[in-house]
C-alpha cells in the first residue's frame, strides 16, 4: 500500500466513517491487555481479581504471566536481545492516583514489573535504569537469571549473518511462540472492585536494537498512563513512533474530552499519521484503552492488532481492532 502524504493528511485512507464505538451489549471489562497473548495474562490478573485483589495487583500478576513465558519473543524471559546480545527489559506500572514506578535496561531480572512496583512503592523516583536498576533489584530480593535463552540466543547469531534491522507490523502476534520480533509489548488494564484503575506495560524491546535503547513502553503516558477519573490507555507497536505523540497520555486526555475508548486511540492514531506521513511506512503502531466505565477500544494504524478483554465472570473474548489503513 502506499502511504502517501496526501493520504496520511486528508485521513481519509480506509478509516471509519465514523468514531468506533464499542459495542453497547458488551459486558463491562475489568482487564484488557495487548495481543493474543494477553489472554492469559488476563487469566492470571482476574483470579487475583476474583480474590479481592487490588488494581494493582491484577495487572501485575498478569505482566508477570508474560514476563516467565520463555516462548514469548516478547517479554521478559526468552525475549530477544539487543544486538551485542544482551536482553534488557523495561517495565512501568501505575496506579489512577498519580504512583508510578518504572525501569529501564533491566538485566537478569525476569519479573521486571515488579521491579517497577518496588521503585514505586519504596523509592521518591519514579524510573530507575540499567546497572541501578539492576542492583535496586538485587538489594530488594529478586533472584538474577538468565535471560538469554537457547532460541533467542539462536535468532541472534542467525541476525549476526546480516545485521538488518527492518520492523514487520504485528510481529507480535505472528512471532509468539517462538518467531523473531521487532517491537513488542505487554499492555494491561485494569479495574477493582472498589472501581480503582492500573496499568502496567513489560517488554524486552525491539529485537536486536542498539545497546542503550529504550522505547515507549516504560514511560509514563507514553507506553501507559491511568487516571482514576477517566480510565487508561496502552500503546505497542514501534515505540519510537508512540513517544512522539506521547500516545498514552494522549488517549486518556481525548477520552476525558468526551470520547470513548476507540474513538480516543483512533483520534491519536489520526494525529501520528498526519504528523509523521510516509515515514511510518510498514511500521505498526496501536492503542488500547479502558475508561472507567468499563468500555475497552482500540485503534492501529494498520491491520493485524488484537486485544483481548476480559469482564468480572472471568469471560475472555479476542478483538480484532480496526485500523486506519487496510
Given at each position: 500500500m502506499d502511504l502517501s502524504r496526501r493520504t496520511l493528511l486528508t485521513g481519509t485512507a480506509v478509516a471509519a466513517a465514523g468514531p468506533v464505538l464499542a459495542r453497547d451489549d458488551a459486558p463491562p471489562a475489568v482487564l484488557v491487555s495487548t495481543?493474543?497473548?494477553?489472554?492469559?495474562?488476563?487469566?492470571?490478573?482476574h483470579a487475583v481479581?476474583?480474590?479481592?485483589?487490588?488494581?494493582?495487583?491484577?495487572v501485575e500478576a498478569g505482566a508477570r504471566v508474560a514476563e516467565a513465558d520463555e516462548t514469548n519473543a516478547s517479554v521478559g524471559?526468552?525475549?530477544f536481545p539487543d544486538r551485542e546480545g544482551h536482553v534488557t527489559l523495561d517495565a512501568v506500572i501505575m496506579n489512577g492516583r498519580g504512583d508510578m514506578?518504572?525501569?529501564?535496561?533491566?538485566?537478569?531480572i525476569v519479573h521486571a514489573v515488579s521491579v517497577a512496583r518496588r521503585v514505586m512503592e519504596t523509592t521518591p523516583h519514579v524510573i530507575l535504569v540499567g546497572e541501578g536498576a539492576r542492583a535496586f533489584a538485587r538489594e530488594h530480593g529478586f533472584e538474577t537469571t538468565p535471560?538469554?535463552?537457547p532460541e533467542a540466543e539462536a535468532a541472534w547469531r542467525r541476525w549476526l549473518e546480516t545485521s538488518?534491522?527492518?520492523p514487520r507490523a504485528n510481529s507480535e502476534n505472528a512471532d509468539w511462540r517462538g518467531g523473531a520480533s521487532d517491537h513488542d509489548t505487554l499492555g494491561i488494564l485494569g479495574i477493582d472492585a472498589q472501581g480503582h484503575m492500573a496499568g502496567a506495560c513489560t517488554t524486552s524491546g525491539m529485537a536486536f536494537k542498539m545497546r542503550g535503547r529504550v522505547g515507549d513502553s516504560p514511560i509514563p503516558g507514553a507506553g501507559l498512563s491511568v487516571d482514576d477519573e477517566v480510565g487508561a490507555a496502552t500503546?505497542?507497536?514501534?515505540?519510537?513512533?508512540?513517544?512522539r505523540v506521547s500516545g498514552a497520555h494522549a488517549v486518556v486526555e481525548a477520552m476525558r474530552s468526551g470520547l470513548d475508548p476507540s474513538a480516543a486511540c483512533q483520534r491519536v492514531i489520526e494525529r501520528l499519521a498526519r504528523l509523521r506521513g510516509d515515514?511510518?511506512?510498514?511500521?505498526?503502531?496501536?492503542?488500547?484503552?479502558l475508561d472507567r466505565q468499563g468500555r475497552a477500544g482500540g485503534f492501529a494504524l494498520r491491520p493485524g492488532f488484537t486485544y483481548a478483554v476480559t469482564d468480572a465472570a472471568g469471560q475472555t473474548r479476542l478483538v480484532r481492532a480496526d485500523s486506519l489503513f487496510s
Open positions: 495481543w493474543d497473548f494477553g489472554a492469559p495474562a488476563n487469566a492470571a490478573g481479581h476474583q480474590a479481592g485483589g487490588s488494581a494493582l495487583d491484577m524471559l526468552g525475549g514506578g518504572a525501569v529501564c535496561a533491566l538485566e537478569d535471560l538469554l535463552t538488518n534491522y527492518s500503546g505497542t507497536g514501534v515505540g519510537e513512533d508512540i513517544l515515514k511510518l511506512a510498514d511500521h505498526q503502531v496501536a492503542l488500547l484503552a
